[in-house]
């Protein structure tokens, strides 16, 4: 496993980091034997961070990997999250605080290594309503009362160690804004294959979906570290997810007949020639692809299984695509996937 510095701050992160969300399930749905072994394995393996929320499961998931890391005696490096929904616009700096210390509790720990706020920056004031938190009007961070006076309070107090933000794609003059104030050691973006305009400005012709304006060079001009999420585009950039097989029992579930969804298996399935160069599973070559770029800290893997986690984590220190792969592969993009 090599290891990466987070920025511009003393911590130095593995490659690959282990992700608890739902996509993948392990951390939500998977048995306490499973999620021990792969856990223990992963350990192993050398990953040294492990990217949790309150969403994931409803405290389930921190719930779990804080029994798991008793269990194993062992202390990774920690992350977890902060959401922001409409019952807390009233009160977000103290909701900031309270959330944290919840994760703190169920995950068994005093301190955080790194904590997020899990909506995206937004220019305008968002519509929240019941669940939703993905984002954040940029003024309710900024505000006296905001997400940042909540943050700086936790750090004041010693409950984590560094903060960071999540990028949500059409927001890059606010992710700008908010890296601008320095506070911050780390974005999660995705980055991947399918949509890469989270390290690159759009490749003319590809219509990719949200852009995440090149985010990922923002950060590291300003000393923040990225970890990227959804790697795989949501499980498309598998060699099972384009063979139309079956997602994992574990895994969160797919309509596979949605539009959205046959797209992405037909541009997953163009992108089979890097694999065959590299040597590699589709999903390797996607891991190996986010690591390339040089404002990546690490890739975040969601893992449902053992296997799972052998094949991402064998990605790192793996050598990069050739000059005559990125040209094809930049030629595809510009091809909208010869769309």
């Known amino acids: 496993m090599q290891y990466r510095r987070l920025g511009a701050t003393d911590v130095n992160i593995s490659e690959i980091g282990f992700g608890c969300g739902g996509n993948a399930g392990l951390m939500l749905r998977g048995s306490p034997r499973e999620q021990t072994a792969v856990v223990a394995r992963a350990l192993e393996l050398g990953i040294n961070y492990f990217d949790n929320a309150p969403d994931y499961g409803n405290g389930v998931a921190e719930e779990n990997l ?43 720990v005093d301190t955080l290594d790194v904590l997020q706020i899990h909506n995206g920056p937004a220019a305008e004031r968002p519509n929240l309503e019941g669940p939703v938190y993905t984002q954040l009007w940029i003024e309710d961070y900024l505000r006296p009362g905001g997400a940042i006076e909540g943050l700086q309070r936790l750090l004041k107090d010693g409950k984590t160690r560094h903060v960071g933000f999540i990028c949500r794609g059409e927001d890059g003059a606010e992710v700008r804004r908010l890296l601008d104030t320095r506070l911050f050691s780390i974005i999660n973006t995705p980055y991947t294959l399918l949509n890469p305009t989270a390290g690159m400005a759009k490749p003319q012709g590809l219509e990719a979906g949200r852009d995440f304006g090149d985010v990922l060079t923002a950060a590291k001009e300003r000393g923040a570290g990225a970890a990227i999420y959804s790697p795989l585009a949501g499980g498309f950039l598998t060699d099972a997810a384009i063979a139309g097989e079956e997602r994992h029992a574990l895994a969160r579930k797919q309509d596979p007949q949605a ?10 399935r163009k992108l089979r020639f890097l694999a065959d160069a590299m040597g590699m599973s589709l999903a390797q070559t996607a891991i190996r692809f986010v690591l390339m770029h040089d404002g990546v800290t690490m890739a975040l893997g969601g893992f449902s299984d053992m296997d799972q986690l052998e094949e991402i984590a064998a990605v790192s220190g793996k050598p990069p695509f050739t000059a005559d792969d990125m040209a094809r592969l930049d030629a595809l993009w510009r091809s909208n996937f010869g769309g």
């Open 66 to 108: 804080g029994r798991v890391l008793r269990e194993l005696k062992h202390r990774p490096l920690l992350n977890s999250k902060v959401e922001v929904r409409a019952e807390n616009l009233g009160d977000i700096a103290d909701h900031v605080v309270r959330s944290t210390e919840a994760s703190l509790k169920r995950l068994g």
């Open 259 to 268: 539009e959205a969804a046959r797209r992405n298996r037909e541009r997953a």
